[in-house]
């Protein structure tokens, strides 16, 4: 069944809820995925987003979320200057490559130390967001819900420690998937909670043996 919020789309910036709410949803959430300040960034895109994205604003709208604006921001409009005054420097490639999505784009993020990060993504419409890969891993992030996000090494243990740390400071999952490559090899867990996780909660599951890395994202 679909809402009414699925039919006429959300508050926003037009004039389209799947080109332009949608890629400034995408670009906010590849922003807080990558966790640092972006430098330079290079968004390949698919399917419809390749043919149609200077007419629909999706250019703009992928930039105003990479330098954090939301979808019912004004200067979505004015977000080439914006990017021009931040020092963020951008690409755009037109890729004719099939995509099992209309409304894909892969962000290659940059950051000032030289790290780089792969973010792929789908807008499906209503201004709603799926992000489907992150350096190549497998992942499903909606930025609806509060999402805990864990690189870690696949073996016994981790996920049981990582439940009871939060079982522990009685936050409730709602949902919980774990991605992985292979057996024994990196994987990602995401981990939907009820309410917010605090800052001691995310150290003491960046203290179980196994974990390289946790992030956490609110609702966007």
Known sequence: MSSVFDIIGPIMIGPSSSHTAGAARLGKMARCIFDEPVERVTMTLYGSFAKTYKGHGTDRALIAGLLGFGAEDVRIRQAFKEADEAGLQYEFVESAEPSDHPNVVR?????????????LG????????LITRIDGLEVEITGDEHTIMTFH???PGVIAAVTTALSLQAINISSMRVFRKEKHS????LIHTDSEVSRDVLDSINAVSGIESVMYFKPL
């Open 153 to 155: 090494t696949d073996k």
């Open 186 to 189: 990196q994987a990602v867990m």
């Open 122 to 129: 789908r807008s499906l419409g209503g201004g709603r967001i």
């Open 107 to 119: 962000f290659d993020l940059y950051g000032h130390s030289g790290r780089h990060m792969s973010v």
